[in-house]
């Protein structure tokens, strides 16, 4: 099946620092990736949505200054969180959808974000 | 906009018991895809079962079945002989087409779901 390979799994860094998660589709080219942020005991919230060579959509109430994603090939999207701080530690996954109508999105392990 | 609904915060079933989570969704659209995700404790959003509306024929893989009623709006999931690793988190999700090649997934709010032994 469709592999989502995302890392790290858990970053643990001070405040202020500027943190990269990496988003790669291992077996199929991704026209389009999604990162989203968890909250504990919640549901899934988009935050940007990305097409390969293109800039990202953000959603509403998502700075794009403070999260700025690249999605510089089919198979790979990242997403930096700059100058990090404590409200940023939170769960984010990436998510890639490949070509065709209707192709189910396949998601990546998780990051686990905490920022001292 | 779409909204998808699971009523079921919590449920808890036993072993080798039958399980069905419940999950409605409002659209005006006739044409979109309907999925249910599992988010065992690991947290790794892992792909269950997914239904095309056009067709009427429920969707089955292996242990996992839906109940397809696009009139009612309605997509429920049937868990036969839980296993212990069944034990996670369910989200019911709806995909539409919205224009130039892309696709918008919206999530319900999950079920957790306990098998206990």
């Known amino acids: 099946g469709a592999v989502v390979s995302q890392h790290p799994s858990r970053v643990i860094c001070k405040s202020g620092t500027s943190v990269k998660i990496e988003c790669r589709s291992l077996d199929f080219q991704a026209t389009t990736m999604f990162w989203y942020r968890q909250f504990p005991k919640q549901s899934l919230m988009l935050m940007a949505t990305?097409?390969?060579?293109?800039?990202?959509?953000?959603e509403q109430g998502v700075e794009k200054d403070k999260f700025l994603i690249n999605h510089a090939s089919l198979t790979l999207s990242t997403l930096t969180v700059t100058s990090a701080h404590p409200e940023d530690s939170s769960f984010y996954i990436c998510?890639?959808?490949?070509?065709?109508?209707?192709?189910?999105?396949?998601f990546g392990d998780g990051t686990r974000l905490s920022i001292l | 906009a779409q909204t998808v609904t699971q009523s079921q915060p919590e449920m808890s079933v036993q072993e080798a018991e039958t399980v069905t989570l419940s999950c409605t969704y409002d659209t005006s659209e006739n044409n979109y895809y309907l999925f249910w995700y599992k988010q065992p404790p690991s947290r790794q959003m892992i792909l269950v079962i997914r239904q095309e509306a056009y067709k009427q024929q429920n969707a089955t893989e292996n242990r996992f079945s839906v109940n397809f009623q696009k009139a009612a709006k309605s997509f429920s999931l049937k868990i036969s002989d839980s296993q212990l690793g069944d034990t996670a988190m369910y989200f019911c999700a709806f995909m539409k087409h919205v224009g130039a090649g892309s696709y918008q997934l919206t999530f319900g709010k999950g079920t957790k779901l306990s098998v206990i032994p």
């Open positions: 990305s097409n390969e060579g293109s800039k990202a959509t953000y």
């Open positions: 998510s890639a959808r490949g070509q065709g109508a209707f192709q189910p999105q396949h």
